[in-house]
């Protein structure tokens, strides 16, 4: 059973990095999952402390994914609209339209599209509404860093104790 554990566990880390970087993919809950379940075998000592902490950061860069473009849309000089628009477009990029379900140029695309849309909304110009929008992909790809640290992070810290 051991065996079968620690397998899945690695299975479970790599899906974890994988999914950080592709849409879909609940890349930090899934290594979380991993590291838990590595904990679980006699061969990887882990304290209930980093397993709780891990849990709680999970959590949190998982949610931060989705508040962090609208948070550089608004650092970009993004007003109410750019954020409400960014927002929208996150929503729809969940769906996938017109790029497949959770496609990756889907959760560019539509956060982009909203800010910018917004913005023009908002009746400012071209270039600042382009501002605003930059600022929800440079969101997408703060979230998305974050994500891919963490999921190396608890990858490392596996290994390291397993060896």
Same mark, same amino acid.
């Given at each position: ?25 609940? &890349?930090? $809950?899934?290594?979380?999952? *991993? /590291? #838990?379940?590595?904990?679980?075998? !006699?061969? %990887? ?50 769906? &996938?339209? $017109?790029?497949?379900?959770? *496609? /990756? #140029?889907?959760?560019?695309?539509? !956060?982009? %599209? ?50």
């Amino acid at each position: 059973m051991n065996i079968f554990l620690i397998i899945l566990a690695f299975v479970c880390l790599t899906i974890g990095v994988i999914g950080s970087v592709v849409p879909g993919l609940p &890349g930090p $809950p899934i290594a979380w999952g *991993g /590291l #838990l379940l590595a904990g679980l075998t !006699p061969w %990887v000592s882990l304290s209930g402390d980093l397993i709780l902490l891990t849990a709680v950061v999970a959590v949190v860069i998982t949610l931060l994914d989705y508040i962090i473009p609208s948070l550089t849309t608004k650092r970009m000089g993004g007003s109410k609209y750019g954020v409400w628009g960014c927002n929208i477009g996150l929503i729809l990029s969940m769906f &996938g339209l $017109p790029f497949g379900p959770a *496609g /990756l #140029l889907g959760v560019v695309f539509w !956060p982009f %599209v909203g800010a910018f849309v917004g913005e023009l909304l908002n009746k400012n110009d071209i270039q600042p509404s382009l501002k605003a929008a930059f600022g929800a992909f440079l969101g997408f790809l703060t979230g998305t860093l974050l994500k891919l640290a963490y999921c190396i992070a608890l990858l490392v810290v596996v290994v390291a104790a397993f060896f």
